[in-house]
């Protein structure tokens, strides 16, 4: 059974930091493009960053660029989202997604995506 499971959210004030993990078992996602993705009360989901199977290549949404770092560690099946610099509008549901195809690329868009996590809760206060 596939899972990702992710952690790591919580309550941070504006201009502070948290670090997201995202768990996968059940499967080897080593060679899976990863994705977080977020969706805000009232929002549609949308794409925040993906990074390569690799690790060499990443894309972020603009709002977060220079904000946000995706990165993993495929030794440990693990994808994480560090966010610094904050802001309010960044408060939202994160959820990982791994893609099934072991595409050589990055991906962002919600179809691209085989398998989903639960999601952490992120608020912001200012």
């Known amino acids: 059974q596939v899972q990702l499971v992710e952690s790591g959210g919580g309550l941070a004030q504006a201009g502070g930091s948290l670090r997201l993990s995202c768990a996968a078992s059940?499967?080897?996602?080593?060679?899976?493009?990863m994705g977080w993705f977020r969706q805000a009360p009232g929002k549609e989901r949308e794409f925040v960053a993906a990074i390569s199977w690799s690790g060499t290549s990443t894309y972020y949404t603009d709002s977060v660029k220079g904000r946000f770092t995706i990165s993993r560690d495929n030794g440990k099946n693990t994808v994480y989202l560090q966010m610094s610099s904050l802001k309010p509008e960044d408060a939202a549901v994160y959820c990982c997604?791994?893609?099934?195809?072991?595409?050589?690329?990055?991906?962002?868009?919600?179809?691209?995506?085989?398998?989903w996590g639960q999601g952490t809760q992120v608020t912001v206060s200012s």
């Open positions: 997604a791994a893609e099934a195809k072991y595409r050589n690329t990055v991906l962002a868009g919600d179809n691209d995506y085989d398998y």
């Open positions: 059940g499967r080897t996602f080593s060679r899976s493009v």
